[in-house]
């Protein structure tokens, strides 16, 4: 039994007793029936509580919900915690702000959480609040972007270094080995963008003839990469291929070389491979992209692995998720 049930039950069995107590007493006394109904009214009120319900209480930390994919990882947790009704989840946005979703978690602590998924902003302003959970014995399931050192439980993610490998290597056969490639990066901080890019260029550095040159930053923002992508224009006659380290910036790269009457001129690439009219699959379908790298969400695994650990099984360190390559 997880620690909700053990409260839950503990809980349970010393009001049963107490009520025992009190009502063998109260039987014997004039106002006993006024006093055994108050009882019961608070017997009820608490078992309605929280807890009390016997239900897990898990808090869900998204990093943000104005981009597709979080919204799809938020859907895939929800769906899948339906198959358990035991679990209940709360749910946070903490709106791409670091400070924001730190106050998130400290929240969540408050509310005396039994379980922590989070899908953290950036690594390193998260990692001390994940820490102070972890220790303070609370299960902690980090989704997607890591944090800092190994306190939590468990990790749930794809490998970004294998995505940024698997890209390079489609790059370079689309490029016939040389060429001049743009590379739009995501969000400093965030893990997947740092090993998105180291992937890439560990198997373009065996290709001399093909030349990164120009890496802006557009935080995953498909406006942002637009922007980028105007000024990359603007800076370079002649453009091969662009990397961006996800579908959103992919296709903000696209409409701005479109917008230039420069997209033939290019191949572009993204990562995701969500499904539905605005994702990356209809992307690659539509000839926008030459292709994607599906990067799961998570979302599923990290209910099952919170339905084991709140039952007290073991779950592995790490979870790595496949990824697969997306074209035409
Ligand atoms: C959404 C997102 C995805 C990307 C992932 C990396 O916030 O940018 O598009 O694959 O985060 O953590």
Not at 24 to 34: E, V
Not at 51 to 75: C, D
Not at 77 to 105: M, S, T
Request: charged residues 25%.
């Amino acid at each position: 039994m997880g620690r909700a049930g053990l409260r839950g039950a503990a809980c349970a069995s010393e009001l049963a007793d107490y009520a025992w107590r009190f009502a063998s007493r109260s039987l014997h006394s004039p106002r006993g029936p006024l006093r055994i109904t108050a009882l019961a009214f608070v017997c009820l009120t608490l078992a309605c509580g929280r807890h009390q319900t016997g239900k897990y209480l898990i808090g869900f930390s998204q990093a943000n919900l104005g981009e597709p994919w979080r919204v799809a990882m938020n859907a895939d947790v929800a769906a899948r915690a339906k198959d358990f009704p035991e679990l209940e989840i709360v749910y946070a946005d903490a709106q791409q702000d670091n400070a924001k979703q730190v106050a998130d978690v400290e929240n969540f602590l408050r509310q005396k959480i039994d379980l922590l998924i989070i899908s953290p902003n950036e690594a390193k302003p998260l990692t001390p609040v994940v820490k102070r959970a972890f220790e303070q014995g609370i299960p902690v399931i980090v989704l997607d972007r890591e944090i800092e050192g190994e306190t939590y439980t468990t990790f749930i993610g794809a490998n970004n270094r294998e995505i940024g490998h698997a890209a390079g290597e489609y790059a370079a056969e689309l490029l016939g080995g040389k060429g001049d490639v743009v590379e739009i990066k995501g969000l400093p901080g965030s893990t997947p963008a740092r090993d998105r890019s180291d992937g890439f260029r560990e198997v373009l550095a065996a290709y001399p003839e093909i030349h990164i040159i120009h890496d802006p930053v557009a935080n995953w923002l498909r406006e942002e990469a637009m922007t980028q992508m105007e000024a990359a224009l603007a800076a370079h006659p002649h453009i091969d291929l662009v990397y961006a380290h996800n579908d959103p910036m992919a296709v903000g790269a696209y409409l701005a070389a479109r917008a230039k009457g420069r997209d033939t001129e290019m191949k572009f690439i993204g990562i995701d491979g969500l499904p539905g009219l605005d994702g990356g699959r209809q992307a690659v379908a539509d000839g926008k992209l030459a292709a994607t790298f599906v990067y799961p969400t998570g979302g599923k695994e990290a209910v099952e692995s919170a339905e084991k650990i709140l039952h007290g099984e073991q779950v592995p360190h790490r979870v790595t998720l496949s990824t697969e390559r997306i074209t035409k």
